[in-house]
C-alpha cells in the first residue's frame, strides 16, 4: 500500500511543480545561441558564434524536458551551479542532410545555425549531442554561459509583425512564425492573403482540424528586393530576404535557406515554437526539417495545399518521407531502426507505436496488393529506399498527393501526440 501511493504521488507533485519549475530558472524572453554547424560525411562539430537575447519566449513553460525523442541533435541545457537538466529538445539539421551526399565524402563545410532556449537567470551549461545514421550519440558542443554578461546581443532590427490566426496565449498554444521570402515591398498583400490560406490550410487536415484551438499564426513581413526564388538550375537568380533556393543537392525540388540563422534571427520579431517560411515562387517545393524550419511556394498552382502540410508535418515532428528515390536515399542506415515514427527497418519495430496499431490478420511484411490498399501494414518501400525501409500504408500525405486526402493512421496518431504534448 505504502509502494502504491508513493508511485500514485510522486507524478503528480512533479505535473505540478513545473510551472514553477520555469519561474525558478527561466525569466520573459529567449537565449538565442548562434553557431556554425561544421565537419564532413563522419564528423561534426560547433563552432560558437554570438549569443543573443531577443524579447519573446513562444514555448511551453511546462513541457521544458523533450520525452519525445525525435531527431539526429539534442540541446541539453542545465543549470550551472546544480548541474541539473533544466531545458531539452532534440532537432534536425541541413548539414545532417547534407551529410548523405556525395560531397560530404571529399570536403569540410559548415552551416550557420541557431539554437534556442528560455532565457536563464543564471548560469547555464549548454550542450549538443549528435547521433550518425547508426544512432551512436555524442557530445559535439559544450559552453557555459553567464546571461549577465554584457557581450550578449540586444538585438536591434525591426520587423513589422501581424496575426494571422490567434486562439490562446502562446505558452499553452503551437505557435507558428510564418516568414515572407520573395515578396517586394508592393506585395504586402499578396503575403497577408498567402498567409491566410497557409493557416487555414494545416488546419483543415486531420489530426490538426480537431485541434485548431491549440494553434496560434503569426506573421513576420521582411521584404524583399527582388520578387521570386532564386533556381540555380535554370540560371535564374533573386536577390531576396532569406535567400532560399531550388535545386538543393542537384534536386530540382529541394528548396530551402542555407541560412538558419538569419532564419531565427527574423522570426524573433514574435513568440514561436516553429517557423514556416511562405516563398513567393510558383514553382511547386519546398522543404521542411524537424524543429528547424518549413518553406514552400505559395504561388504554385498546382499541389501547394498538400505540401504546405507534407512539409509542415516533417518541421513538427520530423514525420519521414513514405517515398522511394530522391536526392537523400543514403540518409539511412539499413541496419538500425529508425527514429522517425512512420518509418522502419524491422529492426526494433516492436518499440513503435505503430507495431501494436496492425490488425493480427494482417501480414508484416505487407504485399502491396489491391487487398490491402486500405489496410494499415508494413509495405516496402518508404524513406527514400525501395528495400528495407517500411512505411505503414499504401496511400499518406507523406508518400505522395495524387487523389490522398490525409495522412495514414500512424502519421495522424503520431501528430495528434505531439500537439498535445506541446499545448498542454
Ligand atoms: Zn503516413
Same mark, same amino acid.
Given at each position: 500500500m505504502l509502494i502504491m501511493s508513493a508511485v500514485i504521488v510522486s507524478p503528480l507533485n512533479a505535473a505540478e511543480k513545473e510551472p514553477s519549475r520555469f519561474d525558478r530558472f527561466f525569466t520573459e524572453g529567449t537565449m538565442r545561441i548562434n553557431l556554425q554547424h561544421c565537419g564532413d560525411a563522419t564528423s561534426e562539430e560547433y563552432f560558437l558564434e554570438d549569443i543573443v537575447r531577443d524579447s519573446y519566449w513562444g514555448g511551453s513553460k511546462k513541457y521544458?524536458?523533450?520525452?519525445?525523442?525525435?531527431?539526429?541533435q539534442h540541446l541539453r541545457v542545465y543549470d550551472?551551479? *546544480?548541474?541539473?537538466?533544466i531545458y531539452s529538445r532534440g532537432y534536425c539539421t541541413i548539414f545532417n542532410e547534407w551529410q =548523405?551526399?556525395?560531397?560530404a565524402q571529399t570536403t569540410r563545410k559548415s552551416y550557420p545555425e541557431s539554437v534556442i532556449l528560455p532565457y536563464p537567470k543564471a548560469a547555464v551549461r549548454v550542450e549538443i549531442t549528435a547521433r550518425d545514421k547508426s544512432r551512436n550519440e555524442k557530445r559535439i558542443f559544450s559552453h557555459t554561459i553567464?546571461?549577465?554578461?554584457?557581450?550578449i546581443v540586444r538585438p536591434q532590427e525591426r520587423y513589422e509583425t501581424f496575426d494571422v490566426i490567434y486562439n490562446r496565449p502562446s505558452d499553452k498554444a503551437i505557435d507558428i512564425a510564418i516568414l515572407s521570402e520573395g515578396? *517586394? =515591398?508592393?506585395?504586402k498583400e499578396l503575403f497577408e492573403q498567402n498567409c491566410r490560406e497557409f493557416a487555414e490550410a494545416i488546419l483543415s487536415f486531420s489530426p490538426f482540424k480537431e485541434n485548431r484551438r491549440r494553434f496560434n499564426f503569426r506573421a513576420v513581413w521582411v521584404p524583399s528586393k527582388e520578387s521570386g526564388v532564386s533556381m540555380p538550375g535554370e540560371n535564374y537568380w533573386r536577390n531576396t530576404a532569406l535567400g532560399a533556393r531550388f535545386? *538543393?543537392?542537384?534536386?530540382?525540388?529541394?528548396q530551402i535557406v542555407n541560412d538558419f540563422r538569419r532564419v531565427r534571427q527574423v522570426a524573433a520579431a514574435v513568440p514561436y515554437d516553429y517557423i514556416y517560411i511562405l516563398s513567393n515562387s510558383q514553382k511547386y517545393g519546398g522543404g521542411g526539417i524537424y524543429n528547424f524550419y518549413g518553406i514552400s511556394s505559395?504561388?504554385?498552382?498546382?499541389?501547394h495545399l498538400k505540401v504546405y502540410v507534407h512539409e509542415f508535418a516533417h518541421l513538427f515532428m520530423g514525420l519521414a518521407d513514405e517515398y522511394v528515390g530522391g536526392a537523400?536515399?543514403?540518409?539511412?542506415?539499413?541496419?538500425v531502426e529508425p527514429w522517425?515514427?512512420?518509418?522502419? *527497418?524491422?529492426?526494433?519495430?516492436?518499440?513503435?507505436?505503430w507495431s501494436r496499431m496492425i490488425?493480427?490478420?494482417?501480414?508484416? !511484411?505487407? !504485399?502491396?496488393?489491391k487487398r490491402y490498399e486500405n489496410t494499415l501494414g508494413v509495405f516496402e518501400g518508404g524513406g527514400y529506399n525501395e528495400k528495407g525501409i517500411y512505411r505503414? =500504408?499504401?496511400?499518406?500525405l507523406m508518400n505522395s498527393f495524387g487523389g490522398v486526402e490525409e495522412f495514414c493512421p500512424v502519421c495522424k496518431a503520431a501528430l495528434s501526440k505531439t500537439i498535445r504534448t506541446l499545448s498542454e
Open positions: 521544458l524536458i523533450d520525452t519525445l525523442g525525435y531527431g539526429f550551472a551551479a *546544480t548541474d541539473s537538466l =548523405a551526399t556525395p560531397q553567464d546571461p549577465s554578461d554584457y557581450q515578396y *517586394t =515591398a508592393d506585395q535545386y *538543393t543537392f542537384y534536386s530540382e525540388r529541394y505559395a504561388a504554385d498552382p498546382s499541389n537523400e536515399e543514403g540518409l539511412y542506415d539499413l541496419s522517425e515514427e512512420n518509418i522502419t *527497418t524491422l529492426k526494433e519495430f516492436d518499440k513503435k507505436a490488425d493480427d490478420k494482417t501480414p508484416v !511484411p505487407t !504485399p502491396a496488393e505503414p =500504408a499504401m496511400k499518406c
